[in-house]
């Protein structure tokens, strides 16, 4: 058959002696050493750790959200609120955008924490334990090749479950689904890394026993080698697929793409692993669960909601542009009920129905209006849509997203963003800044600071800001709301709105620092990642401040996945 053929110990060959008694026997002795049968341990082990940190977050987030309904935002910090100060001062902080970009890592380093434990754990089950290989192929699959089988198929369910926008996992844990995204993404690239892993030990001992003809014959008699290059090459497909220069570039082709490539490897790794160890259980789960937030986002919040059953609404559309940017404003008559913070998705009823963008709402009186910086595609499409129609139809999803802690139990509100983030930012104002007069409630000073590059920008929200001045002026002359707005150039024109209007570029180390803080602070930000940065650092330093005050909370926004 072959001209290699591997003598391993007690003289046996792997291929010319597999049908003798001897042979046999060392496969039995193989066996009771690494049963393969245990290998389905380790995924299972994958699956309690993950879910371990899901029942953590879920803890700490009853907590927080019962702990805010009846705190009394008063006196010096408790002893566990400084403890929870001190974990703050090393999650909330940023990596440099930079070199986390590159390495596609989140610059959080809570996330970086989080994720640095699931790999590591994952790693620990995978490389530590052995024997990686039998002596022979003929004995059983190697158990480094099956283990990591496992330890791959534990991350689907989890993978699928985090891709949704309604996801068991943000209700459970508060973190809403463009948070998640980087769990999803980081699950799937350990699924596929730990899918190699599975791969390649069964193809590097085939090879060393008998070369590429043992290669060659095992890949023609046993199906399930065959049946595993589809999930393999699905998995691959999808990781290249969405790597940042791809969804930079082609964001709409990867999306499409992704999911195509999704149900063929979820399809295909069914088939590959149906039946062995009861392996398939992971992709039912997966399934169920996947399948029952998917129709509760449709029937819940998205197109088939009872009463808007793929109903368009039509709004109105206009263009502005400054300097260097382009800007599309939509004012859609739809009554949604959205607290601050949160985003629809918008698809347009013409030749990009399939596309759906994510946008920050903002509450008017009818409806919402939606303000949309220009980029290169559906949002270069609504610009030109503008210019020649006052009228767009659109499909409204959502509202998803927000701030997994209530910003009206908190004495102090600190509001920080750049550009268009001001579409996160300003609901916020407009909504609880009636609530500074109220004796009841616990909500005492807000602050908006708002970064623009060109004194234009701010016509963006002009009538929103003209609104809040007159409806709250005796809250702006007391300082209970105080806006602050920012032009980078300080050599354009001023606008007239309110009291407070900069013309410098400000280092947003020095605004957060010189935040007064209140017994409890929530500082909300929104804009470019730099900002996210600075703000996040910033926050992680004010932590040294509890023990005088209670609480410094953060939430950040970005504007992308
Ligand atoms: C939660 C959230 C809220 C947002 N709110 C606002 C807002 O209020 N105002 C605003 O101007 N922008 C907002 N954005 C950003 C906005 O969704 C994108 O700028 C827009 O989708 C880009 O569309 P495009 O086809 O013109 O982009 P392209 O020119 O194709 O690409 C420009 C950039 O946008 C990213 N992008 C493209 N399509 C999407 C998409 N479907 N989802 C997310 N990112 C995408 C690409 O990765 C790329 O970096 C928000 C994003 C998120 C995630």
Redesign the pocket.
Known sequence: MTGRDLLVYDDVHCIADMKTDHYMMLKKASQAATPWADMALYGKYITYFIAGWIFFGSVKHFLFSNYDVDRRSDGPAKIWERLIAAGRFIVYRQLPTKICSQLGLPTSVGSLLLIGAVTLYSLLWCFVPHPYYRACLGFGSPPLGVRAGFISTAFVPFIFIMSGKSNIVGFLTGVSH?KLNKYHQTASILCLFFGWVHTIPFYYQANKEGGTSRVHEKMYSDAIWVSGVPPIIFLTLLWLGSLRII??FW??AF?SFHWVLAVGFYISLFYHIYDELQAHKYLVATIIVWGLQFLYRWFAKGYLRPGRVMKKTVAKISQFESLNQKCVELMVDLPLNAVPGQ?VFLRALDNTAL??????VIPTSVGFK???????????HLFETASRSSTISLLVDGPY?GVSRDPRSFSNLFLICSG?GI??CLPFVSSYASLLDDPRASLSKIRLDWIVRHSDDVSWVRDELVAIYDTFKMETKTGALEINIYCVQSSEKEQVIGPEYNKFKPAVKELVRNFSLGSTNCIISSGSHALKNEVGNAAARLQSQVGKVREVYLHT?????
């Open positions: 463009e969804r930079k964001y709409e999306v985003h596309q759906s963008h994510p946008f920050s939606l303000l949309v910086r220009v980029y290169d595609g559906f949002t270069k997203g268009s579409t996160t926004e970005e504007f992308s996945f």
